[in-house]
């Protein structure tokens, strides 16, 4: 699986867990990359990200290493990790989200 079809997955996993924020993470060639889905809807927090919203959120090179389901919303100071790190295919075997 690509870390495009995952975020894909993961996204549509998110949609009936209102209540939940995932956090992927890894590198663009040498920097560091981050991601947070919520509610169905994937925003880099470190990159641009792409108006289209039928083009991926991934920007080219874009390595996904591990992840986070947090107690979402995330409150500045005051983030509840209930998962993880891990790999991000873990988050889509989670029993319990």
């Given at each position: 699986?690509?870390?495009?079809?995952?975020?894909?997955?993961?996204?549509?996993?998110?949609?009936?867990?209102?209540?939940?924020?995932?956090?992927?993470?890894?590198?663009?060639?040498?920097?560091?990359?981050?991601?947070?889905?919520?509610?169905?809807?994937?925003?880099?927090?470190?990159?641009?990200?792409?108006?289209?919203?039928?083009?991926?959120?991934?920007?080219?090179?874009?390595?996904l290493d591990r992840?986070?389901?947090?107690?979402?919303?995330?409150?500045?100071?005051?983030?509840?990790?209930?998962?993880?790190?891990?790999?991000?295919?873990?988050?889509l075997t989670q029993?319990?989200?």
């Amino acid at each position: 699986m690509t870390d495009v079809e995952l975020v894909s997955q993961l996204e549509e996993r998110s949609r009936s867990h209102g209540d939940r924020v995932l956090r992927l993470m890894g590198v663009v060639g040498a920097e560091p990359f981050e991601l947070l889905i919520f509610r169905g809807f994937s925003s880099s927090t470190t990159h641009p990200t792409r108006f289209d919203p039928d083009a991926s959120v991934l920007p080219d090179g874009a390595v996904l290493d591990r992840a986070e389901l947090l107690m979402g919303p995330i409150m500045p100071g005051d983030e509840r990790v209930l998962a993880g790190p891990m790999p991000p295919a873990e988050l889509l075997t989670q029993a319990s989200w």
